[in-house]
Nanobody
Framework: QVQLVESGGGLVQAGGSLRLSCTVS????????MGWFRQAPGKEREFVAC????????DYADSVKGRFTISRDNAKNTVYLNMNSLKPEDTAHYYC???????????????WGQGTQVTVTS
């Protein structure tokens, strides 16, 4: 069973930075792809970024390109989301997800963490 635990959320001013971490246990081929999603109050969950474990190939939502970077540390079984130049509209609950196939849809992922809150003040 794959388990995901996120950390690193918090309160930051606009223009600031945060780094989210997602530690994966029970990692198998079923978690070949890792993704970050976010959900703001009253809005649908949306794709942020994803990465493929074996070659670190990554993809991003247009809204975060150039500001966010997803990376992974194989030795630590951890995926990171470095968030720079944060904006108030980045405020959301951020979720880590794992799946056999990557993509920008929630249904592409089989396992989800509990999430971590990111709040960006203006």
């Amino acid at each position: 069973q794959v388990q995901l635990v996120e950390s690193g959320g918090g309160l930051v001013q606009a223009g600031g930075s945060l780094r989210l971490s997602c530690t994966v246990s029970g990692r198998t081929f079923s978690s070949a792809y890792m993704g970050w999603f976010r959900q703001a109050p009253g809005k649908e969950r949306e794709f942020v970024a994803c990465i493929r474990w074996w070659d670190a190939s990554a993809d991003y939502a247009d809204s975060v390109k150039g500001r966010f970077t997803i990376s992974r540390d194989n030795a630590k079984n951890t995926v990171y989301l470095n968030m720079n130049s944060l904006k108030p509209e980045d405020t959301a609950h951020y979720y880590c997800a794992a799946g056999r196939t990557g993509g920008s849809r929630s249904k592409d992922y089989d396992y989800w963490g509990q999430g971590t809150q990111v709040t960006v003040t203006s």
